[in-house]
């Protein structure tokens, strides 16, 4: 007697069944999402691609999917959501146990709405968060609650691109927009974490160059600026410097960190050593996401198959050519990583970023890369790079730095100089400084402002690296006429860096701009000050002397005006100078013992009044407050212009040595 067998259907899909694949059996399965296909089982129910826009079979919300067999697949929406919670409620229960402070602790799914807790700028008055016993939910909150409002976030990011962007140039300014509107605008989800640290890095750069239409528009003031300057900027270093939870390598993140960088290094209120922790931070980062074999063969090959986004890989080279620029420039200027740098040219594998402006570049198809002479968002960048390459090239060929010793070749040294006054001359006409040019370029400045503080601030650079250049040789100049070019061109340089400095005061250039609270400026414009006094120690009798003077102590005035915003540095310089004046003070004693009255009395010395003398260890911190450290410190600048005819030669090379910016002298 034969039995009658119910035919089994096929578990499988028909199209794995058709293709002889295997298959995973879920509806849809593997096979078919991958290869966008119409699921079909034999038992009549169809799963759809989520490409596709059909609708799924109907079924009762508290069934669960059952296969012939009769074993369950799959939970309805409902029960599983069930399950979720039961599952979110027991994870909670845990963490309250594991974690004693759980008031802090948020849910981990369930970030706060942080629109409404955010602090606005003219509101912080205290350091960011230091608890380590925070989870990662809670910190993430605590730094949201640290950003400032939706308007106010927007009037501080087009700050930043009107004021640091321009001298910068590593932002693509049209992703930065896009990333802070879709950041703070949002009431339901925390920024990520690279987003945030993006989020401070600009909003501490704008804090640093407010200006008062900002404060006006923000209903701050300058008390108000520095405190957010000190939150967002520390908000922003507590991101980097977390030892729990590394920060993830990512285009954004590494672009944050060197805009970090650049606003720390031209802060007053960052120690140095800080501003360069920050560019290591930057490179290991560039390493560790393989950005110096950017544009090696083997990458390029590869993107070649698979394209890449034309605007991250800008971003990228961008951030690798600042720093590249920045290691360079820093070689030659006075500093005390001088006269070495890190990157050497013949084993970079990073082509130069292309110079277009950034809303003509897009994330697929060809990118131009326009001649220097056209004026774009990216020239300054280039021109910045252009003067990096001098400057190793300067490095690479005089007599190393640390021997101390001037080059002996003098004939290297003037065509160096050469190199550097003619990139001088064959700058585009809208970066040049004469009235000629300025009156070419009136109308591509008029449509690109940004040009005007671009230009001074490329000058500035490119005149205290010839004064650099020539600073061995000016002292010698007035014992030997073969290094007179010297003197005149040092001389020339430094009253340019003067008159630069002047131009930074210019009502336009104020409206994007604050000068007095940029160290390098500081540095630059002293160095170009002593210069002077240097030619004025050694022709007292000239006619010009008055003169020379008197642009000493007008360039004094203006950097006594930055006295709050660059206390470090000017106290530093101050030391050296006072160290010069006590050495004269053991002359002039050693001098009345041996000398005779008659002989005395005519020294030059005796026109250096006590007051000279006065050690700074001696001026407390409320003596500054009150003002009278500005007196001291007026009176050391007269005393010591009436003391320069004095001078050795061996204390004028001392004091511009110890004018070099060490970190380690200003910290």
């Given at each position: 007697m034969s039995t009658y067998r119910a035919s089994r259907l096929p578990v499988s899909c028909r199209p794995c069944r058709e293709k002889k694949r295997r298959c995973d059996r879920n509806q849809p399965c593997s096979n078919?999402?991958?290869?966008?296909?119409?699921?079909?089982?034999?038992?009549?129910s169809r799963a759809t691609n989520p490409l596709e826009t059909d609708t799924l079979p109907e079924r009762n919300p508290g069934e669960a999917s059952v296969d012939p067999n009769g074993s369950t697949l799959a939970f309805s929406p409902l029960r599983q959501l069930d399950l979720n919670k039961e599952m979110l409620d027991r994870l909670t229960k845990l963490e309250k146990a594991v974690f004693p402070n759980g008031a802090q602790v948020s849910q981990l799914t369930q970030p706060e709405p942080t629109s409404s807790h955010r602090k606005p700028f003219n509101c912080h008055n205290e350091t960011p968060s230091s608890d380590k016993n925070a989870s990662i939910n809670a910190r993430l909150n605590h730094l949201t609650s640290n950003l400032p409002p939706a308007h106010q976030a927007h009037l501080l990011c087009e700050h930043f691109v009107d004021t640091i962007q321009p001298t910068f140039g590593v932002l693509h300014v049209p992703s930065t927009r896009s990333l802070v509107c879709s950041s703070v605008?949002?009431?339901?989800?925390?920024?990520?974490?690279?987003?945030?640290?993006?989020?401070?890095?600009?909003?501490a750069g704008a804090a640093l160059a407010w200006t008062d239409e900002l404060l006006h528009r923000l209903e701050a003031t300058k008390e108000n600026a520095v405190s957010a300057f000190d939150c967002y900027f520390h908000s922003a270093l507590s991101i980097i410097e977390e030892p729990c939870t590394p920060l993830p390598p990512s285009v954004t993140a590494v672009s944050a960190i060197s805009t970090l960088a650049h606003v720390a290094i031209n802060s007053d209120d960052v120690v140095p050593a800080k501003a360069l922790d920050l560019r290591s931070r930057c490179y290991n980062m560039c390493r560790e996401m393989m950005i110096h074999?950017?544009?090696?063969?083997?990458?390029?090959?590869?993107?070649?198959?698979?394209?890449?986004?034309?605007?991250?890989?800008?971003?990228?080279?961008?951030?690798?050519?600042?720093?590249?620029?920045?290691?360079?420039l820093t070689s030659f200027s006075g500093s005390s990583q001088e006269g070495i740098y890190t990157f050497i040219p013949r084993l970079l594998r990073v082509k130069q970023p292309r110079n277009v402006d950034d809303v003509a570049l897009t994330i697929s198809g060809d990118i131009p890369d326009l001649p220097i002479s056209v004026p774009t968002d990216m020239t300054f960048f280039f021109l910045r790079l252009r003067t990096a390459?001098?400057?190793?090239?300067?490095?690479?060929?005089?007599?190393?730095?640390?021997?101390?010793?001037?080059?002996?070749?003098?004939?290297?040294?003037?065509?160096?100089?050469?190199?550097?006054?003619?990139?001088?001359?064959?700058?585009?006409?809208?970066?040049?400084?004469?009235?000629?040019?300025?009156?070419?370029?009136?109308?591509?400045?008029?449509?690109?402002?940004?040009?005007?503080?671009?230009?001074?601030?490329?000058?500035?650079?490119?005149h205290a690296r010839i004064c650099r250049l020539h600073r061995p040789y000016h002292l010698a100049a007035y014992s030997d006429l073969r290094y007179s070019?010297?003197?005149?061109?040092?001389?020339?340089?430094?009253?340019?860096i003067l008159?630069?400095?002047?131009?930074?005061?210019?009502?336009?250039?104020?409206?994007?701009?604050?000068?007095?609270?940029?160290?390098?400026?500081?540095?630059?414009?002293?160095?170009?000050?002593?210069?002077?006094?240097?030619?004025?120690?050694?022709?007292?009798?000239?006619?010009?002397?008055?003169?020379?003077?008197?642009?000493?102590?007008?360039?004094?005035?203006?950097?006594?005006?930055?006295?709050?915003?660059?206390?470090?540095?000017?106290?530093?310089?101050?030391?050296?100078?006072?160290?010069?004046?006590?050495?004269l003070q053991k002359q002039r004693t050693n001098a009345m013992k041996s000398a005779s009255p008659a002989a005395t009395s005519s020294a030059n010395l005796d026109s250096v009044p006590e007051s000279a003398f006065t050690d700074m260890n001696d001026i407390t911190v409320g003596m500054q407050e009150d003002g009278f450290g500005d007196e001291h410190s007026h009176q050391l600048w007269s005393d010591f212009l009436a003391a320069v005819p004095d001078l050795e030669e061996f204390q004028w090379t001392s004091l511009l040595q110890d004018l070099d910016f060490d970190p380690s002298n200003f910290s």
């Open positions: 078919c999402t991958q290869r966008r296909l119409t699921c079909v089982y034999e038992n009549g605008d949002s009431d339901k989800e925390v920024p990520k974490i690279d987003e945030l640290l993006m989020l401070f890095s600009i909003f074999r950017l544009d090696s063969p083997a990458a390029q090959k590869e993107r070649v198959v698979s394209p890449a986004n034309n605007i991250d890989l800008e971003v990228q080279r961008r951030v690798w050519w600042n720093m590249v620029a920045s290691d360079w390459e001098i400057s190793r090239e300067i490095i690479d060929t005089i007599t190393p730095l640390a021997d101390d010793t001037p080059e002996e070749d003098y004939e290297v040294i003037l065509q160096l100089d050469r190199k550097l006054q003619n990139f001088i001359k064959g700058l585009p006409d809208f970066c040049k400084l004469d009235p000629e040019s300025m009156q070419k370029s009136k109308e591509i400045c008029e449509l690109r402002p940004f040009i005007y503080w671009q230009r001074i601030s490329l000058h500035l650079g490119i070019y010297s003197r005149t061109t040092i001389l020339t340089s430094a009253y340019k008159e630069l400095r002047r131009m930074m005061d210019d009502p336009v250039a104020k409206l994007h701009f604050r000068p007095e609270r940029y160290l390098v400026i500081f540095l630059h414009v002293t160095s170009a000050a002593v210069a002077l006094a240097v030619d004025l120690s050694h022709n007292p009798d000239a006619p010009d002397a008055e003169a020379i003077k008197e642009k000493v102590k007008g360039a004094y005035e203006t950097l006594n005006k930055s006295r709050k915003n660059a206390e470090s540095l000017i106290r530093g310089i101050e030391k050296n100078m006072e160290q010069v004046m006590g050495t």
